[in-house]
């Protein structure tokens, strides 16, 4: 299928423009309106099968749950392998989309991997992840901030006393969700690894409050983001933190998702899950 097309559909399904605009080029596209009709059912059906890796997988079970967070239930989609006993759990933090098929599928390899795999939905106490994400901008806008670190930091409680888990926890996010996993790293000292995606930094007094060893993740190209580390890698050295960083040059922001052709960079990813999945399994 003509790369154009596919990146516009990737650009209307992750909000980066509304569907107006979308079908209006899509239309010019594929030569007309009806064609272009036409053609949204596959478009549609390619993006859900490419987002379902794993999924129907028999050594997994994967389902929404609800779990008692600050703020009331928190929806979230739980991971794991199919024969597990007690394993060490995980938490995913999604991006600045929600709860969408890319993290759920990210959070399926991480069951894969052999952890107990739980992605909250930090729009839960706002309605959930909407099926269409074009606006959901809005409805992070309407979440508070503390209480939103407030839920996830209930996952990790949830997450030491589940009837699977070992009692040892992981967090990981991307984006949005990195810069989250650092604030469960501040405020959830029961938490074991920190593993936090091209995320924006605690504050320097803040670090002190760590207790879980840290491995921050980087895309050279992403000055907004990486104009923190200094600081940070500062403060980490101040109160004696295990950390590590790594960068990787030429890759942009959001190089691990691999439903958005132009940001993902397949060796930055790869080197980043091996390097993050051999961490928690030496940590948990």
Same mark, same amino acid.
């Given at each position: 299928m #003509?790369?154009?097309? +596919?990146?516009?559909?990737? !650009?209307?399904?992750?909000? =980066?423009? #509304?569907?107006?605009?979308?079908? =209006?080029?899509?239309a010019v596209f594929t030569g007309s309106t009806a064609a272009a009709m036409a053609l949204l059912p596959v478009l549609e059906d390619n993006s859900a099968k490419a987002a379902s890796n794993h999924q129907g997988d028999p050594d997994l079970i994967s389902e929404f749950i609800k779990y008692p967070g600050f703020t009331g239930d928190m929806r979230a989609y739980l991971s794991r392998p199919s024969n597990?006993?007690?394993i060490p759990a995980v938490i995913v933090i999604h991006e600045n989309r929600g709860l969408v098929p890319h993290i759920q599928d990210v959070t399926r390899r991480m069951a894969k991997e052999g952890f107990l795999a739980l992605a909250p939905d930090a729009l839960s106490p706002v309605g959930g992840t909407p099926d269409d994400v074009s606006n959901v901008g809005e409805l992070f806008k309407k979440l508070n901030s503390e209480e939103t670190t407030k839920n996830f930091v209930a996952a990790v409680k949830y997450l030491k006393t589940h009837p699977l888990s070992s009692g040892k926890v992981g967090c990981t996010g991307f984006c949005w969700g990195g810069a989250m +996993?650092? &604030? /469960?790293? /501040?405020?959830?000292? #029961?938490? !074991?690894?920190?593993? *936090? %995606? %091209?995320?924006? &930094? *605690?504050v320097? $007094?803040? /670090?002190?409050?760590?207790?879980?060893p840290v491995m921050a993740h980087y895309a050279g190209n992403d000055p907004g983001i990486n104009a923190g580390i200094p600081v940070f890698e500062e403060a980490l050295k101040k %109160?004696?933190? $295990? %950390? &590590?960083i790594f960068m990787y040059e030429g890759a942009a922001h959001a190089f691990n998702n691999d439903s958005n052709p132009d940001r993902y960079n397949e060796q930055a990813a790869k080197l980043a899950w091996e390097r993050t999945i051999a961490f928690f399994k030496e940590k948990l």
């Open positions: #003509d790369r154009r097309i +596919t990146g516009l559909y990737k !650009d209307y399904r992750h909000g =980066r423009i #509304d569907r107006r605009s979308f079908l =209006r080029k899509l597990a006993k007690k +996993t650092n &604030q /469960v790293a /501040v405020n959830s000292p #029961d938490l !074991d690894a920190a593993v *936090p %995606y %091209y995320g924006r &930094q *605690p320097a $007094e803040d /670090v002190a409050k760590i207790k879980a %109160y004696n933190k $295990e %950390y &590590q």
